[in-house]
């Protein structure tokens, strides 16, 4: 049987009577630590209103069987991406360098006679494959010299070389070709966005691509190759989407929290979530699970989903079994009791120990005195 004064002080003080009950529910349920100061009914979604749907978005947000697709993809570090090149032809403008090899064609060369040694006359003759020496010279022969072409596009090098002959031949005609037109690196494989937000495309320098689609990022990459590829078409693609992450938090009852990053592909749920991390961990509070989901408002309040775990695991229930989006933390809390007894033990422990050392001591002391009684010294 209730006593009187506490049946009086319930029925006259209702209000309190109802602040005590749910100081307790807070205190062995931990309910009161995901509601950042606001009711528990404010994040049920049957209770969404145009005042409560600011805060915690609860009957807006998405979740299984009703999932949004995330906006389009912003390209950061550490993604990794796919980046291939269709053609690999050099432009018209592209220098030649030295050690690399020419096609060189003359009419109207020096007339070769009947009785002329085969040597002899192959050095009169310009037809072949030339290569670039190292001192950035085409070298045409014992007959015709030398020619410095090395670093110039193909276009002045013709001109350099007909301007060459010319003090030697009587109107010659030339025609200097490449015979392999594509560049010696070919742009193919994945490419990591480095942390300053640029991808590298060996010697065809850098590019920044951070904070771009991946339509923008395509336009400036075959901008940027222009200046040595003629007319490039790039093919891009995310290989590894490594920028977008979710976390779970899990509580360690007093004696620290795990965190786990996860990547988000657009399509986990809670329950993939807690799947990724192997399941709930001993001590966690299956009553006390929320997802904090970052406001696009710096200075906006914090947006809170409550999570039903025993509804999503037990009921196959889908209302609070939230997607997952970029920058959610969800959270598992300890269960109260190990909380607990996790801080009583720390605050225990120093005393035991002390306690521990005067048993030692005491023992130690004694069986001393009963040696030296027995006449052990």
């Not at 037109?181 to 951070?210: M, W």
Request: net charge neutral.
């Amino acid at each position: 049987m209730v006593p009187a004064p506490l049946v009086w002080t319930l029925r006259l003080r209702p209000c309190t009577a109802a602040a005590f009950v749910l100081f307790l529910c807070a205190g062995l349920s931990g309910c009161a630590s995901w509601t950042s100061g606001k009711s528990k009914d404010q994040c049920q979604p049957e209770n969404c209103t145009s005042s409560t749907a600011g805060y915690g978005m609860a009957c807006e947000a998405p979740r299984e069987l009703r999932k949004v697709s995330l906006p389009e993809y912003m390209i950061e570090p550490p993604d990794v991406l796919l980046i291939e090149s269709v053609n690999n032809i050099r432009p018209s403008f592209a220098p030649v360098r030295a050690g690399e090899t020419l096609i060189v064609q003359v009419n109207r060369t020096i007339p070769i006679g009947q009785i002329e040694d085969p040597v002899s006359a192959q050095f009169k003759q310009i037809n072949g494959l030339y290569v670039i020496g190292t001192d950035g010279y085409l070298n045409l022969g014992p007959e015709y010299g030398k020619v410095l072409v090395a670093d110039q596009p193909l276009e002045e090098i013709q001109r350099r070389v007909d301007e060459h002959l010319r003090q030697i031949l009587t109107d010659p005609q030339v025609l200097v070709t490449l015979p392999m037109p594509q560049n010696k690196q070919f742009i193919a494989g994945p490419h990591l966005v480095r942390p300053d937000g640029t991808v590298g495309l060996g010697v065809y320098g850098s590019v920044y691509v951070t904070g771009m689609t991946l339509q923008q990022a395509k336009y400036t990459l075959e901008k940027h190759l222009s200046q040595h590829i003629h007319r490039p078409e790039i093919s891009i693609d995310i290989l590894a989407y490594n920028s977008k992450v979710y976390y779970v938090i899990t509580d360690g009852g007093g004696a620290g929290e795990q965190v786990y990053r996860i990547p988000a592909t657009g399509n986990e749920t809670v329950l993939d979530a807690i799947a990724g991390v192997n399941g709930l961990p001993a001590v966690a509070s299956k009553a006390s699970i929320w997802i904090a989901r970052p406001s696009p408002d710096p200075y906006g309040p914090d947006q809170i989903l409550k999570v039903d775990w025993n509804a999503i695991a037990q009921g196959a229930q889908t209302t609070t079994n939230y997607q997952m989006l970029p920058g959610d933390r969800l959270y598992v809390k300890a269960s109260p009791l190990i909380i607990m007894s996790t801080k009583v033990a720390k605050l225990t422990a120093p005393f035991e120990r002390m306690l521990g050392f005067t048993i030692l001591g005491n023992g130690a002391v004694q069986n001393l005195s009963g040696k030296n009684v027995n006449g052990g010294f």
